[in-house]
């Protein structure tokens, strides 16, 4: 009896397993043929100063759209990055949110600076300095007005190869960002040694302020270390009257979060800057 259990629960699992892979492969097929088809958004999240409430920038954020349906990235940012899909539609956010930028800024539109995820792939295994010199030539977006976000294990990989891109990044006069700050294993020691601009505070310790007096203990710490390595701090995810009295507090400098605006299409996002005030680029 027992054993036949088992037999249907495989059975069952397998079975999943098999629903599963086959829905994975199928996404996979479609990607294949996303950029093609156009299929790819950008959506602007805009960043805003903790003290004034002036814009100072926007991360661009990838959504897909097939089949009428709007998939967010976590759905397949993760399979782009494992098949390698990830370098062509990395190299079209980074070509789409620099042809935005340019346009924005041809328009007069106040000029804001625009933040683009690299994925550790992209910023491994490409030659991601000349495709992002490539890329500003030919959209003409001045480099100041871009900032490349990456994450801790992109950084932690091949910590000399990193610092190493990451200096040639910089000569380019462009900003970076380090995404998800506190979630993965950096240590004091490297963020030293990288050159950042930016340090974004995840989410997760953002989400249970002002509950959580250790989430609270942790934000402040890693504001307080932001300055001492003379990096701006942004905190993510905010979305209470409670957490912007608390990041104002402790003298965090911007934020992002539904508290201000959910990730916007280009032309939502293009009213929103319009009806706020700038903060000039430095
Ligand atoms: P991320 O870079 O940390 O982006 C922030 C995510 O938090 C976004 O999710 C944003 O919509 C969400 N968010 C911002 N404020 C709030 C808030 O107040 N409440 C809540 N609940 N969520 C908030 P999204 O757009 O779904 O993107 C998820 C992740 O996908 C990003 O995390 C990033 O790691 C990745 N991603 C997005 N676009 C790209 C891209 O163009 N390239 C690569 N490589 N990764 C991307
Ligand atoms: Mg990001
Ligand atoms: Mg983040
Ligand atoms: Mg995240």
Request: net charge negative; with cysteine; hydrophobic share 40%.
């Amino acid at each position: 009896q027992a054993k036949n259990e088992g037999r249907n629960c495989f059975k069952y699992f397998s079975e999943e397993l098999t629903r599963a892979a086959r829905e994975r492969i199928g996404t996979e097929f479609r990607l294949r043929q996303a950029i093609e088809k156009n299929e790819f958004r950008l959506f602007y999240q805009p960043q805003l100063c903790v003290g004034t409430g002036d814009i100072v920038g926007a991360e661009a954020l990838i959504r897909w759209q097939t089949s009428g349906e709007l998939i967010p990235p976590l759905k397949f940012i993760p399979i782009a990055e494992e098949t390698g899909l990830i370098t062509g539609i990395g190299n079209w956010v980074l070509n789409e949110a620099c042809r935005q930028g340019k346009a924005w800024l041809d328009a007069g539109l106040p000029p804001i600076r625009i933040a683009v995820n690299l994925s550790p792939h992209q910023f491994l295994h490409n030659d991601i300095c000349a495709i992002v010199a490539n890329t500003l030539a030919e959209t003409g977006f001045p480099a100041e007005y871009l900032e490349l976000e990456l994450t801790e294990s992109a950084l932690m990989k091949r910590e000399k190869e990193a610092i190493d891109i990451l200096n040639r990044l910089h000569d380019l006069g462009i900003h970076l960002a380090i995404d998800d700050f506190g979630t993965g294993y950096s240590s004091l020691a490297y963020l030293k040694s990288f050159p950042l601009d930016v340090l974004k505070i995840d989410k997760s310790f953002i989400d249970d302020i002002p509950m959580q007096s250790d989430d609270m203990e942790i934000t402040a710490t890693i504001i307080a270390m932001a300055k001492t390595l003379r990096m701006q701090v942004i905190a993510e995810g905010v979305e209470t009257p409670a957490q912007m009295a608390f990041l104002s507090s402790r003298n965090c400098d911007f934020y992002q979060g539904y508290f201000a605006s959910k990730p916007l299409p280009a032309d939502e996002f293009e009213s929103f800057l319009k009806q706020h005030r700038p903060l000039p680029v430095s």
